[in-house]
């Protein structure tokens, strides 16, 4: 096997610009979220409003971005990596797939029930569907917090994912691991 090759494999363009744009709206979707916890009322509302209406992008986005996984191949894992690296690795990006999804489905889930089913305003641009639920506070509230828990494990393993990657680049000394899901080469 070309080593070469193998150790100097990276992303296609297309999985970096959707792997960093939605890990920016992500950040900007906690930030959000937890600034306007402290916020009045008339300034919570708009602060929510944009960390709704950047969710349901993130949604699609990691829609487009799953189309493109699976219609991508990606570069085989680094070889100097060790097995129980690469299965570890593997489990905490299909949770994290799975999150990407399940958190704004369940944000958009919780909206749809404390409003009664009414859209959710793209930043005043367009209309996204409301779910065609009832209103229904109670159901909201549980909702909201599932939402909530789901956004503090996805916190969780994305810590175990930048150290995993700062490890391989710092620590294991592989100027490539970053490089993997970045432009160029
Ligand atoms: C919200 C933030 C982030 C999310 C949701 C996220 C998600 C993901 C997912 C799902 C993959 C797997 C790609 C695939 O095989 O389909 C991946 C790969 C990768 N991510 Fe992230 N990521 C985030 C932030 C970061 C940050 C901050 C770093 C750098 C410190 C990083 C570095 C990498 C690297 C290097 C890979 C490639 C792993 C490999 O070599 O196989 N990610 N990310
Ligand atoms: C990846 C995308 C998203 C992330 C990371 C995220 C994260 C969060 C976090 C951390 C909270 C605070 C939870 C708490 O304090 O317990 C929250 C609350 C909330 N989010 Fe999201 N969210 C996302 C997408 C969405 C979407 C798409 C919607 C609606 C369309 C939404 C609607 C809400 C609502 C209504 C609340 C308040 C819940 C309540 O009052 O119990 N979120 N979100």
């Known amino acids: 096997m070309d080593t070469t090759t193998a150790t100097e494999a990276r992303y296609s363009r297309g999985a970096v610009i ?5 890990a920016v709206l992500i ?22 409003g944009n960390h ?6 993130i949604l699609v986005l990691t829609v487009a971005r799953i189309a ?10 680094s070889p100097d990596l060790a097995t129980w690296e690469v299965a ?15 958190i704004p489905l369940g944000g958009w889930a919780t909206h749809s029930a404390f409003a009664g089913g009414k859209p ?5 641009i367009v209309n996204w569907p409301g779910l065609p639920m009832a209103q229904d506070k109670v159901l ?21 994912h930048v150290a ?7 620590l294991d000394r592989n100027s490539n691991a970053l490089k993997r899901m970045w432009f160029g080469g």
């Not at 959707?18 to 939605?22: A, K, R, T, V």
């Not at 709704?52 to 992008?57: E, L, P, R, S, T």
Request: aromatic fraction near 10%; proline fraction near 7%; charge should be positive.
């Open 18 to 22: 959707l792997h960093w744009i939605i």
């Open 27 to 48: 950040a900007l979707n906690f930030a959000a979220a937890w600034v306007a916890e402290d916020m009045p009322g008339p300034q919570k509302m708009q602060i929510m």
């Open 52 to 57: 709704k209406a950047i969710g349901i992008v």
């Open 68 to 77: 493109w996984r699976l219609t991508h191949r990606p570069p085989p894992p």
């Open 88 to 102: 570890l690795s593997k489990v905490v990006h299909v949770l994290l797939y799975v999150l990407m999804l399940s």
């Open 120 to 124: 959710v305003s793209l930043f005043g």
């Open 140 to 160: 909201g509230e549980t909702l909201g917090g599932a939402h909530g828990t789901f956004a503090w494990v996805m916190l969780g393993l994305l810590a175990l």
């Open 164 to 170: 995993g990657a700062l490890k391989h680049r710092f």
